[in-house]
């Protein structure tokens, strides 16, 4: 089997933060700290949208669009509509959020890995970064890697992280002691 080779970061792959959108991942109930940073950082380089995403794992992409939008599918039928909930909720929490912030939004709903989600989005939507929250000292994270940390190793536009909460450098408890 050949390994075929993996496009690297490299001059001519910079994308120009001046006048690109910013894809930003969010959460349901997540701290504005978030999108007001990403709408801080769009203010000041341009941005003419952001992108807001939310990454469901419990579904599954059918198929992935040129716009960054995709079709979905639930891994439970049983809760197949239970995503239309989630979007509004998202739309409502950007709303609030970003109130004021005088910048173009839109939330898209993705699915499957976050990382593959918002890089497959970042890419169709000609992104010059991708902005995600961070909480330290997570188990999950601790374990599997964090969503900026895959960002970060398997595409080439910057990833801006946002600190959510930080760890004492003097609590010489474990993170998954706290």
């Not at 490299?10 to 997540?30: I, K, S």
């Not at 989005?121 to 601790?142: N, W, Y």
């Not at 890697?145 to 600190?163: E, F, K, M, N, W």
């Amino acid at each position: 089997m050949d390994a075929r080779p993996v496009p690297q970061p490299a001059l001519d792959r910079m994308v120009d933060p001046a006048g690109h959108p910013l894809v930003v991942g969010v959460v349901p109930g997540q701290d504005p700290l978030v999108v007001r940073t990403a709408a801080a950082w769009g203010r000041a380089v341009g941005a003419p949208h952001l992108h807001l995403a939310y990454v469901d794992p419990a579904r599954y992409v059918v198929h992935e669009r040129a716009d960054g939008s995709v079709a979905h599918m639930s891994l439970d039928a049983d809760t197949d509509d239970a995503w239309q909930r989630t979007r509004d909720e998202l739309r409502a929490q950007a709303a609030e959020h970003l109130a004021g912030q005088q910048v173009v939004w839109r939330v898209h709903y993705l699915a499957g890995r976050p990382d593959r989600a918002l890089t497959h989005l970042a890419r169709a939507v000609d992104a010059s970064a991708i902005v995600v929250g961070s909480r330290s000292g997570r188990l999950r994270e601790l374990l599997e890697g964090s969503i900026a940390l895959h960002l970060a190793y398997h595409q080439h536009r910057p990833v801006l992280t946002v600190p959510l909460s930080v760890a004492d450098w003097q609590d010489p408890r474990a993170p998954w002691q706290r």
